[in-house]
Structure formats: structure tokens, C-alpha cells
């Protein structure tokens, strides 16, 4: 299984980016999957992320990006997306997208993922 994120880039505070993970193996309509961000220094933190169809393809946000930024996923492309819109210097962090099969309690959490990208830089600043 590999993961390729990319998307990422310089923007203005309030600005929009679009982050594309693609995946090999078709897993992604047969995993959960998410999205983190890491700033040096800090540990890596959950961002958003959608539910596997068996456990009801919800999406699930931190509270620091809730109602502006979207995950949505495209099964026949093989595709997940992170919409980021109305962006914070705060934001400013490399983003990873990750794949796994755990169970729902530990979608929002590092551990319930098994497979990782590689990460893009995601810069917001004026």
C-alpha cells in the first residue's frame, strides 16, 4: 500500500488549499481514512477523517479546524481530499494522510492507522 500526499504550498491567512492523497490497492473505500499535521516540535495531531462504508463513512474533525476544513473521499479515483478553507498561520504544518482498519474509537488517533504518506508542507503565512 503506498500513499502520496501533495497539495500543499505557500498561502495567505483566509486562503484555501486542497490536499489530494492518492492510494495504491484500492483500500480507500475499505479504510478509514485521515488526515494529521506535525509542526516540529509539537507531536503529530489528528485533523479529520472518514470513516470505512462498513462503519458508516462519517467524517470526524479536531475542533481547531471544525466547519473549515472538509474530507471527502472519491472511491473510483482511489482518492482522498482535505478542503482547507479560511486558513490560520496556526495551521502552518507538514499534513500526512494515513490509512487504517481500526475500529471507530480510534479513528481520531495515530494508532488506528497503519499506513502513512509522506506529507506535504502546508504554509500560511502573509
Known sequence: VQLRASGGGLVQPG???RLSCAASGGIVSAYGMGWFRHV???ER???AAIARSGNGGRAYYADSVKGRFT???DNAKNAVYLQ???LKPE???VYYCAAGQAALGFITRQIGYKYWGQGTLVTVSS
Open 45 to 47: 495531531e489528528f485533523v
Open 84 to 86: 482547507m478553507n479560511s
Open 71 to 73: 474530507i471527502s473521499k
Open 15 to 17: 486562503g484555501s488549499l
Open 91 to 93: 495551521d502552518t504544518a
Open 40 to 42: 516540529p516540535g509539537k
